[in-house]
């Protein structure tokens, strides 16, 4: 069983960059792809982009490349979401996820979730 810890979350100034961490625990070994979603209130949860847990590839959601940039460091059980140029409607609450399918890299099967941390983004 893999747990997931998010951190970095916080208020960031419109304009501004952050970098969010993704912490596993447990037995990462069956770790295909992991996510990075966000759900703002009253909306959906959505797909930022996924990260090959050994491969380091990656895959991002159309409307969002060249804004957020995800990387990896597997001796540190980590996973991160680089956010650059954030905008208020960038605030919700951001969360990674793991999944041990392809279908992943489509936002798609993810089965074990971070519990979630918050940026907001203002000016």
């Known amino acids: 069983q893999v747990q997931l810890v998010e951190s970095g979350g916080g208020f960031v100034r419109t304009g501004g960059a952050l970098t969010l961490s993704c912490t596993l625990s447990g037995d990462t070994f069956t770790t295909l792809i992991m996510g990075w979603f966000r759900q703002a209130p009253g909306k959906e949860r959505e797909f930022l982009g996924a990260?090959?847990?050994?491969?380091?590839?990656?895959n991002y959601a159309d409307s969002l490349r060249g804004h957020f940039t995800l990387s990896k460091d597997n001796a540190k059980n980590a996973v991160y979401l680089q956010m650059s140029g954030l905008q208020p409607e960038d605030s919700a609450i951001y969360y990674c996820?793991?999944?041990?399918?392809?279908?992943?890299?489509?936002?798609?099967?993810?089965?074990?979730w971070g519990q979630g941390t918050q940026v907001t983004v203002s000016s």
């Open positions: 990260i090959g847990w050994y491969s380091g590839n990656t």
């Open positions: 996820a793991r999944s041990e399918v392809p279908a992943a890299w489509h936002g798609k099967s993810y089965d074990t």
